[in-house]
């Protein structure tokens, strides 16, 4: 598994920021909450999402989210998966927004 280089707080914040206008630009401001993470995901980064057993399928406990760059794929943990668990969509945007920022 690669590894992560590590971001300042106002490094990720500036990031965020870009992504956002660039989005706005597009496809119309995000002035306010909720943040369209699935659609910024999609149509503006071209990635596809989908829903996996992570711990199995990485053989590393507790791990929710992860991106394959080169395939263009973020694969959310099935147990965020809103449709299935409700309860936990605040846990699965979050970790949607965490991965797409890669």
């Known amino acids: 598994m690669a590894k992560v280089r590590f971001l300042k707080h106002d ?3 500036n990031a965020t920021l870009c992504l956002l206008a660039e989005y706005g630009r597009k496809y119309g401001e995000v002035s306010e909450p ?3 993470v699935e659609e910024i995901l999609s ?4 990635l596809t999402l989908d ?3 992570l711990p199995t399928r990485l053989g590393t406990p507790d791990v929710l989210g992860a991106t394959w760059i080169a395939d263009k794929l973020v694969i959310i943990d099935q147990s965020l998966d809103p449709i299935e668990n409700p309860r936990k969509e605040g ?3 979050f970790t949607l927004s965490h991965e797409k920022r890669r």
């Open 11 to 13: 490094q990720i914040e």
């Open 34 to 36: 909720p943040v369209p």
């Open 43 to 46: 149509a503006h980064l071209g």
């Open 51 to 53: 829903f996996d057993d």
């Open 91 to 93: 846990r699965y945007r």
